[in-house]
Each structure stands twice: as structure tokens, then as C-alpha cells.
């Protein structure tokens, strides 16, 4: 008696035990599984999938055979991409975006200025995109995804499931009737969870016609799945999706009641992508134009302002020494280009002519404002500090002097001591806003000086004069042919801001 009350007590508080509450799971699953219409793919009291299980996975690898072999290459192709894309927008479209094609964004450059070349394509470009029925992008991009979504369930290693059911046929060989025996489930859980959530996505529903015969055409007429044999299959997987038999298989034998499936719809986002792609296209022309006349435009007034004299590059703020630094990933000396233009101004301009000129229109002229031959005295004085500020800066980077110093000091270490590279890339970005200090005020200098020379050279030539009164006595007293002399240092100086500004705009 004491041994019945025993094990009642036990039954009765041991029966809500989480042990308890799974094995009721357990066997709950087993027999939903029992009353499905594919039941007969399990034995619950094994764990086994059974050969009827290996029939259904053999009928879907050889239906998907042909796509296993083609289908993984072909998703990644533009062919592909572009067959679709032109499915719904037609060819028109595409052919006006070849409008943006690097050979015809050339050709248009050669008789548009490029700034407005620029404007023209982008507005071009945006009214094109506009033109484009936002519908048909989302059916692209559907198109794409029932694709990926299909190369999903194709690129499913049936072969490898097969196998552990005793296949001994060759892969993508169905010439004979395959002999299956059971297999257990346990050893095929991540396979069948990858299977359920690939057909999970499958939705019959979508126009699977259209991206099927995109594939047939991707493939010159040959089909990769017929249209009747795909349809057969998304029946089969609507059946065991609604069945639930694959999802209470994998929770059986893997005792995990809880198990749900995770699909995950493929992203065919590929239509903003193809825009965007050329766009890009667009923006690289773009930029390699505006370069190119960049250049151009740098290389004419160099030649106006210097004509063959040699632009020499400072001492120590030069692209030499910035190669030393670009060898270790930092960017350094973004203005020498700038700087050494500047500097061969100051040295074989400014100082040889340009100051001869100022000086004799401070002394000699006779102004109707003083206050003009003022600030032309003042601008002057300004130059030749700045002039002597941009020796100091350069100077400030060699070897004897402190951020010279420091500069190599930063770099011999960086190697061994990669938090060197904080402080290296704080000294070059000091370095170089005072480059850019020096060049702003140069650039201001000279502006003004250049504004004075102008209103000078259109007084000279105007009669009377409103802004020098003694000309003849200035040019007797400059031994120079001032007609020549005057439009000379004008002209140079408003080459010489024209090209200061192009540089630091860069």
C-alpha cells in the first residue's frame, strides 16, 4: 500500500515538471505529424525520414537539376539584370541613359562650357529618372527577388540529402529508378530548416510566368524550369507548408517544441542600383571633364603669367617631401602647387616688376585720391610680409627646426608605434591650414593691387585722366614703354588671382 501512495504522489507531482510538460510536447507533435497527409515522411518512434521523405526531395532535384547547373551564374550577370529592367520599362529608357555614356558626355564637351555642361546633364538625368513609372521599379525589384528566391531553392544541396537516404546514382543523373532506405532525421535538421524557410518565400501567388520566360530568354529560348513543372512544384511546397509536416519533423527530432522557421524573402533591390550605377557613370564624366579643364585652364594661365620660366617647388613644403608621408597612408601637403606658384610670383614677378610699377605709382603719381596711393603702399607692404612669412613656413618644416623635427620624429616611430599616427595627422592638417592662410591672404593681396593696376591701365587710356593726373611725367620717369608695361603687369596680375583661386578652390 505505502508503495502504491508513493508512486501516485510522484505521478501527480511530477506531472507539471518542465520533463513532463516536453514529453507531452513530444508526443503531441508525433501524432499531428501521424494525421498529415505526408506523415508517411517520419517515423516519430525512431526519428527516422523515411525513403517516401528521399521521393519527394529526388522529384524536386531533378525538376531543379538543369537550374542547379545555370541558374547560380546567371543571377550574377547585368544580362540578366538588364533583361529585366527592360521587361518592364522597355528598351526606349535604357537607350536614353546610354545619353550619359562617357563618349557622349565627351562629345558634348567639346562645345559646352563644363560648369554648365554639368548642370544640363544633371537636370537631364532627373527628368529622365522622373519619366520612370515608380511602379514598374517595384515590380523590377519583385522580379528579381522571386528570382533570388528560386536560386535560393536551387542552390540546396539535394545530392548531399540524398546521399544519407543510401542514393548511390550520380549527381544530375536520373537514367534509374533510385533505391532509398531511412535516414535519421537528427542528422538533417540544419539541411530540412534551410529547406522549409527556402520554400517559405516561395509565394504562388506572383508572377512567376514573366520570370521564367526572362530566364528562357536569359538563355536564348532554352527553358530553365518549364512553366507546368514549376507550377506542380509550388503546389507541393503550398501543400507541405500548409501541412506543417516539415516544420513538425524538424521540432520533433531535434526535441525542440518551440522551433519556429525564419524565412527570409531574398533583397532584389536592383533597379535604384542600376540607377544609381549610371549616375556615377554620369558624375566620374562629370568630374573628369571639369578636371581635365581644370587642368587646362591651370596649364594656360601658368603659361600667360611665367611664360617659360621655371616654377621651382619650395624647399621643404614640396610633393617630395609629402611622398614620405603617403608611403605610410597619411595625406600631407594638400596646397603645393599653390604655394610654389605663389612663391615663383612673389620671387620673379612681384619683386622684379609688379614693385617697380607699384613704387613708381606711389612716388611719382600724382592722384586725385591719396587714398588710392595709400592702400597701393599699404597692399605692398602686406606682400613683402607675407613674402617673408611663407620663407618662414617653409623653413619651419626642415630638418633643424622644431615641426621639421617633430615630423620625422612622428614618422621614425610610427612604425613600431602606430599612435604616432594621431599626432602626425594633427601637425600635417596645422601645417597645411597655414599653407591655406598664407594663400587666402595672397590671393586678397593681390586682388587688390590687381583692381588698382586695372583702374590705373583704363585711366591711362582714357582722356582726361580722373584718377592720375601726371602720366607724362610718370612715364617719362619709368624709361619704359608704358602702353606695353601697363597692360602687361595688369594682365598678370589678374592671371595670377584667377589662377590663386582656382587652386584653393581645388
Known sequence: ???????????????????????????????????????????????????????FFYDVYKTVSIAQATLPALIKTAALRNLIIEH???????????????????????????????????????????????????????????????????????????KRFGFSGREHSFNTLPQFAGCKAGALITML?????????LDPSQDWKTALRILKASRNGSDLIAAGQWGRLLSQFQEILHSRVLQL?????????????????PDGRIFSDWLESRRQVMEKEIARVASSQWVNLVGELSRGIFGNMVVNPLSYYNEKTAELFAAKGFEGFAHTEALNYLEAFLRQIFAKEVQEFCDLLIVRAQWTAVSVSV??????????????????????????????????????RFDRDRTQGRAIKGLLNTVDNEAMEILMEAAGFFASIAKIAESAMNDYFQNPHLLILNWREVEVASHRNMSVWIRSISTRLEKFVTLSRLLIEQ
Open 1 to 55: 500500500m505505502a508503495s502504491f501512495w508513493q508512486n501516485f504522489f510522484t505521478l501527480l507531482f511530477n506531472s507539471g515538471s518542465p520533463e513532463a510538460v516536453e514529453k507531452r510536447a513530444m508526443r503531441a507533435i508525433a501524432k499531428q505529424i501521424r494525421f498529415t497527409r505526408n506523415g508517411k515522411f517520419y517515423r516519430p518512434r525512431t526519428g527516422e525520414l523515411t525513403p517516401a521523405c528521399a521521393v
Open 88 to 162: 518592364y520599362i522597355g528598351a526606349e529608357i535604357p537607350e536614353k541613359f546610354s545619353n550619359f555614356s562617357p563618349e557622349s558626355i565627351a562629345e558634348r564637351a567639346k562645345t559646352t562650357n563644363p560648369k554648365r555642361l554639368a548642370e544640363e546633364l544633371r537636370g537631364e538625368f532627373e527628368s529622365l529618372c522622373a519619366s520612370v513609372d515608380t511602379a514598374a521599379g517595384a515590380e523590377i525589384d519583385s522580379c528579381y527577388s522571386r528570382i533570388l528566391s528560386l536560386g535560393q531553392l536551387v542552390s540546396f544541396d539535394y545530392y548531399a540529402l540524398l
Open 193 to 201: 530548416q534551410d529547406f522549409v524557410e527556402y520554400i517559405a518565400v
Open 249 to 265: 519533423i524538424i521540432q520533433h527530432a531535434s526535441e525542440n517544441p518551440k522551433w519556429k522557421m525564419n524565412p527570409q524573402m
Open 375 to 412: 592702400a597701393l603702399n599699404n597692399v605692398c607692404d602686406d606682400i613683402r610680409s607675407l613674402a617673408k612669412r611663407l620663407d618662414d613656413f617653409d623653413s619651419s618644416l626642415g630638418g633643424d627646426s622644431p615641426n621639421g623635427l617633430r615630423l620625422v620624429g612622428f614618422l621614425a
